[in-house]
């Protein structure tokens, strides 16, 4: 089945820090790609979405890159603020499936 | 607003005392569906709705249940509550997966949900 794997946290950055969260998948056919974040004490918001190789979402100064060839869909975000501080999500869903399916979350704290 | 509301959004309650979380949603959306976030296990799907009258199992059902009677809702049910469905739960709805839309998930502020 379908599976999604982030790079384990917890993670902590500095301020102007640049950010990379490493996800890679596993799936049958041609999925769509997301990033989620989690705002403390909040439900999950949609940070930014691909939905065909070699596409980039993009959104509040984060990037993400669809590669097909490598099966991943890191987040990067070249200088972090104290309110990116939030438990980020990478998921996937493949056309017409029920399901979607996400990774176990990174927890990203900037410090002043 | 476009939103998806939940209630309530914390309970506590006793093993074996029947409850329901409510989940609405205003962006006529044909799919729906309830998630778990445990710590250390992420965010663990429980049943989901492509449409009305239509529902499926997702990964952990066991223990829930959920019925799609209109569109716009979709009732969590624990029929009998036990300490292991201790967890903060979320109720979440997309356009349907058939219509051309990529899937992304709009999602309610959770609810926390324990079970003594």
């Known amino acids: 089945g379908d599976s999604v794997t982030q790079m384990e946290g917890p993670v902590t950055l500095s301020e102007e820090a640049f950010l990379t969260i490493n996800c890679t998948y596993t799936a049958t056919g041609y999925p769509s790609l997301f990033w989620y974040v989690q705002y403390p004490g909040e439900g999950l918001q949609l940070l930014l979405k691909a939905t065909k190789a070699d596409d980039k979402g993009s959104n509040k100064g984060f990037e993400a890159t669809y590669r097909k060839e490598t099966t991943s869909f890191h987040l990067e975000k070249g200088s972090v603020q104290v309110s990116d501080s939030a438990v980020y999500f990478c998921a996937l869903k493949n056309t017409n499936a029920g399901k979607s399916t996400f990774g176990d979350g990174t927890t990203l704290t900037v410090k002043p | 607003e476009a939103q998806v509301t939940q209630n309530p959004r914390y309970l506590i309650t006793v093993t074996g005392k029947k409850l329901t979380v409510t989940c609405s949603q205003n962006?006529?959306?044909?799919?729906m569906s309830w998630y778990r976030q445990d710590p250390g296990l992420g965010l663990r799907q429980i049943y989901y709705?492509?449409?009305?009258?239509?529902?499926d199992k997702g990964d952990v059902p066991e223990g829930y249940k959920v019925s799609r009677k209109e569109k716009r809702n979709f009732p969590l049910i624990l029929e009998s509550p036990s300490p292991n469905q201790t967890s903060l739960y979320f109720c979440a709805s997309s356009l349907s997966p058939g219509a051309g839309a990529p899937g992304e998930l709009f999602f309610g502020e959770g609810s926390r949900l324990t079970v003594l």
């Open positions: 709705s492509m449409n009305v009258e239509v529902t």
């Open positions: 962006m006529n959306h044909e799919y």
